[in-house]
Every structure is written in structure tokens, then in C-alpha cells.
């Protein structure tokens, strides 16, 4: 009988454990991540398809940018809808940020 009460008290704290757990899981997938631009990560421009790369795999005829180029450096860490503007040699240039993948 000692047996039965020592194992049901703990079986009632693992339930309420696993409850707790699934709540939490619950929660985080109710979350939506912010996606934000980093290199590696391929964006929409202004309906243009771009790939933001490390300095070395740039490539701007294949739309690989720079992450240390004008546009590539004014691009990071921004997100979906948001509106850059930016300094390039043809003088400034909007830009909105359709998607990132």
C-alpha cells in the first residue's frame, strides 16, 4: 500500500509536467518567427530576386550582393514590408522588402 501512494504521487507529477510541457509547446507555436535579412538568406526587392552572400561569393551579375556593399550592408536585419532607402553611386534608391527566404 505504501508502494501504490509513493507511486501515484509521483505519477500525478509527471502528468502535471507533461501538461505544463505541452502548454509551452502550445504557446511557442503560436509565436510566429520575424524573419529578418542575413546573409545566406534570399530576398524580393521590388519584384527583383536578390541572394545577400559573404564578401567573396559576390556575384552581382547572378544577383549574389554583398553583405559589406552598400545595398547588402543597408539590407541587414530588416524585415518583410519594410522600406529602405539607400546611397548608391546613381544617387538614392528606394527599396521595399517584399519577402526572405
Known amino acids: 500500500m505504501v508502494w501504490e501512494k509513493r ?26 518567427p520575424v524573419l529578418k535579412i542575413q546573409p545566406g538568406k534570399e530576398t524580393l526587392l ?15 551579375l547572378n544577383k549574389k550582393l554583398s553583405s559589406t556593399s ?15 532607402e539607400i546611397e548608391v553611386p546613381d544617387g538614392k534608391k528606394k527599396y521595399k522588402i517584399l519577402d526572405i527566404k
Open 7 to 32: 507511486g501515484t504521487s509521483h505519477l500525478g507529477f509527471v502528468l502535471s509536467f507533461v501538461i505544463f510541457l505541452t502548454f509551452l509547446l502550445f504557446m511557442y507555436a503560436m509565436i510566429e
Open 46 to 60: 521590388n519584384d527583383v530576386k536578390n541572394k545577400i552572400v559573404g564578401e567573396f561569393e559576390a556575384d552581382p
Open 70 to 84: 552598400p545595398i547588402g550592408s543597408a539590407l541587414l536585419n530588416k524585415k518583410i514590408g519594410d522600406l529602405v
